[in-house]
């Protein structure tokens, strides 16, 4: 039976979730943001000291690991990187006794060495997930979990033998927003689900990959042989090393690059395992650079019935040539409202009256409306927003905390093994789609290409 949840429900539990929230004119005409609150402990005991390993110290390597050092008791000890830039600019940042290499098995080797991230491009994910857990240690590994799909079986089996915590890095299923609209989802807030949709839209050559190349970049400064050691052999190519995700050696293109922490959010609100039907399209419009992967695409994803949700349709894009925004955003649609849904707020819409004719009514209207226009009026919505505390450290910290808890206190996290290649699956998938010019059926209980 689905546990889709009523509307009564929702009322019920609504005035318990936010102690405040009352529905009706009132919040229509004055939506002051409900705060959205997370109480911390901030203890940690003498023998919870985690000693941390970097592996790919690049762009998001450096933003994970400044996160991750703001739980107390966490501590660099190692970082490995390919490219010498990146290890100089680590021990100015984490100090000149960090131990470093290019050699990754060298860093997973070191006893002060609990827990490793993962953040080098996503052709190394898998393999050095295996090797981090085979080696004992817990490992944060940045989306997407893996590069192809059948890659993902190897991983969860490492995960399972090892009992080590293992998390993958999208980090905004942690947050305040994603967790709130969960509860309101939970709570009947919307009616029954029957759309979602996400995009993320950018306009700029940084934004579309096109990163600067550091001037001293040469075979000699960067290891390329160890990075294309596990793909396609080829010459040095500084673009191909800088700019990896316009490759499909080393990328995965904008679905596993950024349709994926749409999945893991919306899998996290609706507790899904997965679409069973994939259809993508799209192209290379604009940044013609040379790039092997289209900078607008579009996915279509149909959801069955599942314990925690209705059948719905998810619609997924990505545009890199927007000239109107940079922006992004996950909306859930159901038959009494809808959802937005951040990683700081949530806004929820909801008509008065369910039924589109009755939007405009005149018993709501002043009497004295009614008298002087002799026409009806459009109601009012309902709407109401929450939005995070001030001073709120934010999902990415939160995302951490979730961690260090698994690997201090072995509590399981949410976007585990198997959480991460069911949210990695279909937006890879949707390459294939993309290329092959194909449906794609996929079993998301089993796990498995249909
Ligand atoms: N969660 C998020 O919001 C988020 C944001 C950005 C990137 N990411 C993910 O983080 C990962 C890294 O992306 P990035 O933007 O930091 O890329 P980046 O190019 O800035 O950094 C990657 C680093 O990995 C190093 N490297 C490559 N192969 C290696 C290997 N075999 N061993 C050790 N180091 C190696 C490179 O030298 C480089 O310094 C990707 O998987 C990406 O999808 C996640």
Redesign the pocket.
Known sequence: MPTTPSRRKFIRQAAFATGTLAMGASAAASPVPITLERARKEYFGPNDQVNLGV??????????TKTALRIPGVKVTAV????D??IEAAKDIWGKNIFTT???RELLARPDVDAVI????????R??SVAAMEAGKAAY????MVHSIEEGPAVIAAAKKSGKTYQV????LSSLGNEKARELFRAGAIGQLVYAEGYWARNSPTGAWQ?PIPKDASAKT??WE??V??TTKRDFDPLR?????NYRD???GVA??LF??LFSSSHYILDSIGPQQIISTGGLRYWKDGREVPDVLLGMFDYAEQPGHPAFNLSLRVNFVDGTSDSTYLRLVGSEGSMDVNWNDVYLRKNLSSDPMDAFSMGKASEDMVSKTKRKVMMPRDQVTWSAENGYKGA?YDHFQHFFDGVREGKSVVEDATFGYRAAAPALLCNDSYFEKKVVNWDPETMKLM
């Open positions: 592996i790919g110290a690049g762009g998001m390597g450096v933003e994970d490995c990187d390919l490219y830039g990146r290019r050699d990754y993962i953040a080098t491009p996503d052709h190394w994910h393999e050095i590994c940045e989306k997407p890095g999208s980090q905004g990163y960067v290891d160890r990075f050691s596990n090393f800088f700019r990896w995700r080393y990328g995965t596993g690059d994926v922490h990415h």
